[in-house]
């Protein structure tokens, strides 16, 4: 059974631009939820999508956004990047809504801005 | 909101000897409780975790935690340290009523040969 898998694994933009983050969930699982990592911050909670609607969003600007389509699978785009978002990018998925489900990480994406 | 305190940040301990890494949450409201554990250049993967029942977990690779609800703390031990149990270490706490993880800043672990 594949795993959750973030493409790409690595990413370097430049202050200003754009940049936009998928996440393939384990096949069954229909919630989705991102996690931004670093150093300064720790883990922090983006937001979580289920069925494709986001129920929950942590507290980032408008800046940070996703999205989940009709197969489970997510993206999260960052617009006007900023040095500060140089992170990893970590996306959990779980079959149920809920982190009694159980939530398994992929291995992130190692973004960073320049 | 929840907040996760990992009183250590780095816990250095010989090979074979024993560790705890300890976590305290805020919340006095019903939570799940969780342990996750990341090796360099990899995602988080769980290592055990409570959402009811028993006070005490354990996982596959000798690890346990109790939970203890009136110290609000769900630390993490093990009786016999591998070299390979060297990693990041993250608590995790979740309402129960809730669907993100609040997660404590992490515990470096090195064992030491």
């Known amino acids: 059974k594949a795993g959750v898998t973030q493409t790409p694994r690595y990413l370097i933009k430049t202050r200003g631009q754009q940049v936009t983050l998928s996440c393939s969930p384990i096949?069954?699982?229909?919630?989705v939820s991102w996690y931004q990592q670093t150093p300064g911050q720790g883990l922090q909670f983006l937001f979580e999508?289920?069925?494709?609607?986001?129920?929950n969003k942590g507290n980032f600007p408008g800046r940070f956004s996703g999205r989940q389509f009709s197969n489970s699978r997510s993206e999260m785009n960052v617009s006007t990047l900023e040095l500060g978002d140089s992170a990893l990018y970590l996306c959990?998925?779980?079959f149920g809504a809920g982190v009694n489900y159980g939530y398994t990480f992929g291995s992130g994406t190692r973004l960073t801005v320049v | 909101a929840q907040s996760v305190t990992q009183l250590d940040s780095q816990v250095p301990v010989f090979e074979e000897a024993p560790v705890e890494l300890r976590c305290n949450y805020s919340?006095?409201?019903?939570?799940?409780l969780f342990w996750y554990v990341q090796y360099p250049n990899q995602g988080l993967q769980l290592l055990l975790k409570?959402?009811?029942?028993?006070?005490l977990v354990e996982s596959i690779n000798g690890f346990e935690a109790e939970f203890n609800k009136s110290q609000t703390s769900f630390h993490l031990r093990k009786p016999s340290v591998h070299i390979s149990d060297t990693a990041e270490y993250f608590c995790?706490?979740?309402?129960?009523?809730?669907?993100?993880?609040?997660f404590g800043t992490g515990t470096s672990l090195t064992v030491i040969p």
């Open positions: 096949s069954g699982h229909r919630s």
């Open positions: 919340s006095s409201v019903s939570v799940y």
């Open positions: 995790a706490v979740s309402e129960n009523t809730g669907n993100q993880f609040y």
């Open positions: 999508y289920f069925s494709e609607t986001q129920r």
């Open positions: 959990a998925s779980s």
């Open positions: 409570y959402l009811s029942g028993s006070t």
